[in-house]
C-alpha cells in the first residue's frame, strides 16, 4: 500500500538554460519541491517568472537541442529528466497528465472530438474502440458535460472554450493519472466555468488522490484550491508555504506586493469577486 506522505513527484536543483547564438540564458534555477499524494500545490508568479518552462520540464516538453535541462524530476522514484522520448510519451497522458491553458491549442482542429478522445485512451490501454468509448462517455458525464455521445461527433470549434476545457479535464483524469499538471486552467473562461473547472479538479483530487500542480496567476485561485504554495519570480523560487501562512504571514517581499496588488477573493457565497 503507498504511505500517506510519501512524494509522489520531486524537483531538485532543476535549471534550465535555453542555448542562442550569444550564449546559453538561465530561464530558471535553483527549483525545488515536492508533491505528495492527493495534494495541490499551487505554483504563482508574475508573467515571464517561469511558471510554463518548470512545468514543461516536468512534462520533458522542451526542444533538447535548444534547451539544457539539469537536476532531477521524480515521479514515484523515477527518474524523467533526461528520459528517452519514446518512455516519455508513455508517462505523458497516462501518469502524468497535463491541462493546457488554451483548449483549442490542445486539440487538432480536423478530428473529432470523440476520435482524439477515444486515440488518447487507446494509446495508453489495451482497451477496444467501443469500451474506450464507454470510458470517455462516463468522464464527460462525471465533468458534467451534457450529451456526450453527441458531443464526440463535433469537432473542437463547435464547442466553447469552457466546454473544451471541460473535455480536456475528462481527457487528464479518464487513465487516473497520478499527477495533473494545469497551467492556467481557467484564465480563458468566464466566472461560472471557472468555478465548473476548479469543482472538478478538486472533485478528481478527493475521488482518485490525484496529485496536483496549479499554475495561476490568480490568487483567489490558489488560496481556494491549494494546500501548498510555491512563488516564482525571475526564474526562482522566492517563497514556498503552506496556502494559509502564505496569506496569513507571507515572508518575502514579492510575495507581500501579489497579496497587496490581488483581486481579493472576497466572500465564501461569492467566490472570485472582486473587491472594489
Ligand atoms: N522556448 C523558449 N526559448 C527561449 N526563452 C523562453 C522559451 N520559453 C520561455 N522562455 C522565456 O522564459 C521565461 C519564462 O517564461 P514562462 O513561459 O515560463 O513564464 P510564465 O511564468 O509561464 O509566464 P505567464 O504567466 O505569462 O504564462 C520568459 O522570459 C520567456 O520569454
Ligand atoms: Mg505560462
Redesign the pocket.
Given at each position: 500500500m503507498e504511505k500517506k506522505n510519501r512524494n509522489i513527484l520531486s524537483v531538485r536543483d532543476l535549471q534550465v538554460q535555453?542555448r542562442t547564438k550569444e550564449g546559453s540564458s538561465t530561464?530558471?534555477q535553483n527549483i525545488n519541491f515536492d508533491i505528495k499524494k492527493g495534494e495541490i500545490l499551487g505554483l504563482v508568479?508574475?508573467?515571464?517568472?517561469?511558471?510554463?518552462?518548470?512545468s514543461m520540464s516536468v512534462l520533458q516538453l522542451?526542444?533538447r537541442k535548444?534547451?539544457d535541462i539539469t537536476g532531477s524530476i521524480t515521479l514515484h522514484d523515477r527518474e524523467l529528466n533526461g528520459l528517452e522520448n519514446k518512455e516519455m510519451r508513455k508517462i505523458r497522458g497516462k501518469d502524468i497528465a497535463f491541462i493546457m491553458?488554451n483548449p483549442m491549442n490542445a486539440f487538432t482542429p480536423v478530428f473529432t472530438i470523440g476520435h482524439q478522445f477515444i486515440e488518447t485512451i487507446r494509446s495508453h490501454t489495451s482497451l477496444k474502440n467501443k469500451q474506450a468509448k464507454d470510458l470517455a462517455t462516463d468522464m464527460m458525464e462525471s465533468v458534467n458535460l451534457p450529451d456526450p455521445d453527441k458531443l464526440l461527433k463535433k469537432y473542437p470549434f463547435q464547442l466553447s472554450g469552457g466546454m473544451l476545457q471541460r473535455v480536456m479535464i475528462a481527457m487528464a483524469a479518464c487513465l487516473k493519472p497520478s499527477v495533473i499538471i494545469a497551467d492556467?486552467p481557467t484564465t480563458a473562461l468566464d466566472l461560472h466555468s471557472q468555478l465548473l473547472v476548479l469543482r472538478l479538479l478538486d472533485k478528481i483530487r478527493s475521488k482518485y488522490g490525484t496529485s496536483i500542480l496549479l499554475?495561476s496567476?490568480d490568487l483567489g485561485v490558489i488560496s481556494e484550491m491549494a494546500d501548498n504554495v510555491i512563488v516564482?519570480k525571475q526564474?526562482r523560487i522566492v517563497e514556498t508555504a503552506n496556502v494559509y501562512e502564505l496569506f496569513d504571514n507571507p515572508q518575502h517581499e514579492y510575495t507581500k506586493k501579489l497579496l497587496r496588488t490581488r483581486p481579493t477573493l472576497y466572500s465564501q457565497k461569492q467566490p472570485y469577486t472582486y473587491m472594489l
Open positions: 535555453v530561464l530558471v508568479g508574475e508573467s515571464g517568472s517561469g511558471k510554463t518552462v518548470t522542451h526542444d535548444s534547451m491553458q492556467e499554475i496567476h516564482m526564474g
